[in-house]
C-alpha cells in the first residue's frame, strides 16, 4: 500500500533544488501539494510537471522572512482544508562573512527566514497537522545545523537555531502522534550552492555533489516508516572519490 496517495503536503522552497525535488517525489506517489516560494514562475512551471502526474498542486507566492505572508497562508488553508498530513520547511537563505564584518541586518534576515518563519509556519498549521492520522513535519536543515565553519557564522547560528526548535518541537508533538524529521544534507547541486562556490571562487561541478533527488528519496522513506518507528534525523553528504 502506498501511504502518500491522497496525502495532503506543504512544501516551502518548493521552486528550485531540494524543495522542487521533494514536491516533485511527492507528486508521484500520489500527494496532493501546496507549493510556496518566492518565484510564482518557477513554482506553477514545477506543478506544471507535477500535475502532468496525475497530482494536484496549489501554488502560493510567498516570502517566508514576512510574517502577513505566512499568516495569510496559514489563513488559506485552514480554510481550504481540513487537515494537513505532511509539512516540509525546504526554504532558506545563505549569506558568507567572518563575524567582524558581517553586517547585522544578514544575520536578521537569515534568522526571520531559516528560524523565524518555519517556526510561525508550524504553529499555524499545527492544528491542522493534529487532525491528520499522523501529521509529519520535515526542517531541511543543513551540516552547518551540526557545526560551524569559518566564514558563516550568521547562517550555522540560524541553523543550529532550528536544530534546537525541531528537538524541542518532537518532544512536544510526539504524544500527539507527530512525527518531526531534521535533514542535515551535506552540499547538495542546486542554485544556491552555485551562488556559495561562486563566493568561495571554488569551481561548480554539481556531478560530484550530493543530488537533490537523493535527498528526497532518502525523506520520502523515512516518512513511509510504520506507525512503530520514526526517524529523527538524516545526515547526508555527497559520495565521491574526486571531491
Not at 518565484?39 to 516570502?63: F, N, P, S, W, Y
Not at 504553529?123 to 569559518?150: E, H, W, Y
Request: hydrophobic fraction near 40%; charged fraction near 20%.
Amino acid at each position: 500500500m502506498n501511504w502518500f496517495t491522497n496525502k495532503k503536503a506543504l512544501v516551502t522552497g518548493a521552486g528550485s533544488g531540494i524543495g522542487k525535488a521533494l514536491a516533485t517525489a511527492l507528486a508521484s506517489r500520489g500527494c496532493d501539494l501546496f507549493l510556496a516560494g518566492r518565484d510564482l514562475e518557477k513554482l506553477r512551471a514545477a506543478g506544471t510537471v507535477m500535475e502532468e502526474m496525475g497530482a494536484k498542486a496549489t501554488c502560493h507566492q510567498i516570502d517566508i522572512s514576512r510574517d502577513s505572508q505566512i499568516k495569510e497562508l496559514g489563513k488559506h488553508l485552514s480554510k481550504s482544508i481540513d487537515h494537513l498530513d505532511i509539512l516540509i520547511h525546504s526554504a532558506g537563505l545563505f549569506h558568507m562573512g567572518r563575524l567582524g564584518s558581517a553586517p547585522v541586518k544578514l544575520f536578521d534576515l537569515q534568522y526571520k527566514t531559516n528560524v523565524r518563519g518555519p517556526y510561525l509556519l508550524t504553529q499555524i498549521l499545527l492544528p491542522l497537522l493534529k487532525k491528520s492520522q499522523m501529521g509529519q513535519v520535515v526542517f531541511i536543515n543543513s551540516t552547518a545545523g551540526l557545526r560551524a565553519p569559518a566564514g558563516v557564522s550568521q547562517y550555522a547560528a540560524t541553523k543550529h537555531a532550528l536544530t534546537a526548535l525541531a528537538e524541542s518541537f518532537r518532544q512536544e508533538v510526539n504524544k500527539e502522534g507527530i512525527r518531526v524529521l531534521s535533514v542535515f544534507p551535506g552540499r547538495t547541486a542546486s542554485p544556491m550552492q552555485k551562488r556559495i562556490f561562486d563566493l568561495e571562487g571554488r569551481v561548480y561541478r554539481p556531478e560530484l555533489l550530493l543530488q537533490p533527488g537523493d535527498v528526497a528519496e532518502t525523506v520520502l522513506n523515512a516518512l513511509s516508516l510504520p506507525s512503530t518507528a520514526e526517524v529523527t534525523d538524516i545526515s547526508i553528504r555527497p559520495f565521491s572519490k574526486t571531491y
